[in-house]
């Protein structure tokens, strides 16, 4: 049900969410399950709101594609109010620097499937030892379309909008109260916190807290290691159309057509075997075809000609069959975690007079090698079967001419590992040194991998919700 | 005399005439060579192409 400042101030609640997006939705369902009561905070309305959305505005260092406060949305649901809706699970290999494994969230794959209406289907399948393609999922799911009459209903979640999670009093290792803002001051007590704010919201706030509280340790990295998925075309071709089609038709499409990008789309991602051979990180290409009327088409054959004369009689032979096509190659890839990328408080306040965000973001060499690579690799699997003939573009040569679109994927800030200097979070996703302050999202994840994060967080949410509950028995 | 003398004139200009429009193309030749042989010139090539040895 949603409750007014009264009605919050009449009631205990033994969990306490802030934030209504994905994640905070999806641990809220999980309590619902076994009857256990919560209240979920959101600092926007119902729908957005300019006021609220001014909370998201930031300074940003470095190349970072995109002003901080289009990227994201504060209003219930959160950015599931215009998020792409593209799934897919991380592979295993994405794990490799995290404190769990992929089978430790798998078990919470099918209700994160039915919570975002999406077939359990991620197949792969290897075309080579450097190469497969795998098979994504899109879900159409707004979880305000989807949730809010349900919450609204429900005796188990409360929901308290236009409510900013101020502050926290803590008492030795333990958050003992909270601080919010409403229509007027609120203080509340719980036995756990969770912080589901988002890919950078969850690193300000916890920022914002470590200043008012001496208790969460200075040594945290809070902040650090944020990453995205840097998103580019970076590849460009001609290949024969029918060919091309035929080597694919026995596997699987990710998407019938991806983005109206082309007619024809299939998902190109590196073996583990590639990752470590050539130490490059994960990555999705998306090979799209074009019909004769893209501009690119006659750019890359008058192109295509004048480095390779010899194969003219053969591409002339295709155009004449009506066989010739343009291929464009996209990618979405991960960021390896660096240092440099971090998120701190600015010296500016938004209107409740918690610091905004200060972002500093560089790619990485790596990044573009990656990239690069990739299109080496489908290339030369062109080559081979005599599909047609890829090249890459200039533009991801050089790190100082590379300008990504941004991902819209917030990752880190608040990861989690093993270690109290280089993590923030354990594996529990508990802030570690604190008994009852937890994070969930995408800023937990000590690396990216390639995979859109959204269904990631659906999985890690139901798994933090089942540790709650777990945890509430033994109060 | 006068035909001589007009017949040499002609020969001399004919002469210098071929020497400048040979020399003035084989310059314009040399000094936009790329252009000449290559209709689509490099800088406005955008990819680096992945070939065999079979296409080159």
Redesign the interface.
């Known amino acids: 049900m949603i409750l007014k400042d009264d009605e919050i101030l009449k009631k205990k609640f033994q969990i306490v969410i802030c934030g209504s997006g994905p994640a905070g939705i999806s641990i809220a369902l999980e309590l619902e399950k076994k009857k256990i009561e919560c209240l979920i905070i959101e600092a926007g309305d119902e729908f957005y709101s300019e006021k609220a959305q001014s909370r998201y505005k930031g300074e940003v260092y470095g190349n970072f594609p995109e002003d901080l406060s289009v990227l994201r949305l504060s209003q219930f649901g959160g950015t599931s109010g215009h998020w792409g809706g593209t799934c897919r699970t991380l592979d295993n290999y994405d794990f490799q620097n995290w404190p769990i494994k992929k089978s430790e969230i798998d078990p919470f794959l099918d209700s994160s499937c039915e919570i975002l209406n999406i077939p359990k289907s991620f197949r792969e399948k290897n075309i080579n030892n450097n190469l497969k393609i795998i098979e994504f999922q899109e879900s159409k799911v707004r979880f305000y379309e989807k949730y809010y009459e349900h919450i609204k209903r429900s005796k188990f979640i409360n929901l308290a909008l236009n409510c900013i999670f101020f502050n926290i009093k803590m008492s030795g290792n333990k958050v003992t109260e909270l601080f919010l803002k409403s229509t007027k001051d609120i203080s509340i007590k719980t036995n756990f916190l969770v912080l589901a704010c988002g890919g950078i919201e969850n690193s300000r706030l916890l920022l914002w807290f470590r200043e008012n509280n001496k208790e969460i340790s200075k040594d945290l990295p809070i902040g650090n290691y944020w990453m995205e998925h840097p998103f580019k075309k970076i590849g460009s071709g001609v290949g024969n159309f029918k060919a091309i089609r035929k080597n694919f038709e026995n596997n699987f499409e990710s998407f019938k057509n991806f983005r109206n990008w082309g007619n024809f789309t299939v998902s190109i991602s590196p073996t583990q075997n590639l990752i470590s051979q050539k130490n490059i990180l994960n990555s999705a290409v998306f090979l799209t075809l074009h019909d004769r009327n893209n501009d690119n088409f006659k750019n890359n054959i008058k192109d295509l000609l004048c480095v390779a004369p010899s194969l003219s009689n053969h591409i002339l032979d295709l155009f004449n069959k009506d066989l010739l096509c343009g291929i464009t190659l996209s990618s979405s890839w991960e960021q390896n975690p660096q240092l440099e990328n971090r998120i701190t408080l600015s010296s500016s306040k938004d209107f409740s007079g918690i610091p905004l965000t200060k972002l500093n973001y560089q790619l990485s060499d790596l990044s573009l090698q990656t990239a690069n690579e990739m299109v080496n690799q489908i290339g030369n699997y062109f080559i081979d079967k005599d599909l047609g003939r890829l090249g890459a573009y200039k533009t991801i040569e050089n790190l100082s001419s590379f300008v990504s679109e941004a991902g819209y994927h917030h990752i880190g800030g608040t990861i989690m590992g093993k270690s109290k200097k280089s993590s923030v979070v354990d594996k529990n996703l508990k802030l570690h040194n604190i008994e009852n302050l937890y994070i969930c999202g995408s800023s937990v994840f000590p690396t990216g991998g390639h995979a859109n994060p959204t269904l990631s967080i659906v999985q890690l949410s139901l798994r933090l919700g089942e540790h709650l509950i777990k945890r509430l028995k033994t109060i | 005399m006068h035909n001589k003398l007009i017949n040499f004139d002609r020969r001399k200009f004919n002469k210098i005439f071929i020497l400048n429009i040979t020399f003035f193309l084989t310059t314009k030749f040399f000094l936009l060579k790329e252009n000449f042989l290559?209709y689509?010139p490099k800088n406005i090539?955008?990819?680096?192409?992945?070939?065999?040895k079979?296409?080159?």
Do not use: G, Q, V
């Open positions: 290559n689509y090539r955008k990819i680096k192409w992945i070939l065999s079979n296409d080159l």
